[in-house]
T-cell receptor
Framework: NAGVTQTPKFQVLKTGQSMTLQCAQD?????MYWYRQDPGMGLRLIYY???????DKGEVPNGYNVSRLNKREFSLRLESAAPSQTSVYFC??????????????FGAGSRLTVL | GNSVTQMEGPVTLSEEAFLTINCTYT??????LFWYVQYPGEGLQLLLK?????DKGSNKGFEATYRKETTSFHLEKGSVQVSDSAVYFC????????FGKGTLLTVNP
């Protein structure tokens, strides 16, 4: 079982460049999430998708866009990267609303550095 | 709003020592409470959970009890191992998960 797969694992960008982080899950989960993890800040929710066809802002959405491509895939796009977006990004998924809801399955993370 | 406060690390212990990592939460509604663990270079994974007051979650020798009267969910383990070295996150959920800032635990042999 692959669980949640994120690509790429590492990326270095220059300020102003764009890129997309990919996430796919094979657990038939209906909800997917993007978090960023920064030292001393814990995990902060960027965007989430409660179900296929919907997306909503989280705590820190500025500078990001998302696409729920289908039930399996949820991508995070940085249109014009800034050094403040240097972080480790985690994708996660669950079946919110069902028994065991809010037990998230996380990907291994994508470490992004913006110079 | 919903928030989680956990003790700041880092915490450094010797093998077989007793571990406590404190966690308190805001008492809005009736949240479920969780501890997640992040091993080096990996994503977070669920360690244990409790869904109502007085529930005790347990896994891998770790325990935490949902204390409504003190709005706490402290993580404990009687005898830590080197392999327990990781970052531990407390989290609460009504609708969305809210995480604490994490506590780095290092266990030395």
């Amino acid at each position: 079982n692959a669980g949640v797969t994120q690509t790429p694992k590492f990326q270095v960008l220059k300020t102003g460049q764009s890129m997309t982080l990919q996430c796919a899950q094979d657990m038939n989960h209906n909800s997917m999430y993007w978090y960023r993890q920064d030292p001393g800040m814990g995990l902060r929710l960027i965007y989430y998708s409660a179900s296929e066809g919907t997306t909503d802002k989280g705590e820190v959405p500025n500078g990001y866009n998302v696409s729920r491509l289908n039930k399996r895939e949820f991508s995070l796009r940085l249109e014009s990267a800034a050094p403040s977006q240097t972080s480790v990004y985690f994708c996660a998924s669950n079946n919110r609303g069902q028994s065991g809801a809010n037990v998230l399955t996380f990907g291994a993370g994508s470490r992004l550095t913006v110079l | 709003g919903n928030s989680v406060t956990q003790m700041e690390g880092p915490v450094t212990l010797s093998e077989e020592a007793f571990l406590t990592i404190n966690c308190t939460y805001t008492a809005t509604g009736y949240p479920s409470l969780f501890w997640y663990v992040q091993y080096p270079g990996e994503g977070l994974q669920l360690l244990l959970k409790a869904t109502k007051a007085d529930d005790k979650g347990s896994n891998k020798g770790f325990e935490a009890t949902y204390r409504k009267e003190t709005t706490s969910f402290h993580l404990e383990k009687g005898s830590v191992q080197v392999s327990d070295s990781a970052v531990y996150f407390c989290a609460r959920s009504n609708y969305k998960l809210t995480f604490g800032k994490g506590t780095l635990l290092t266990v030395n042999p």
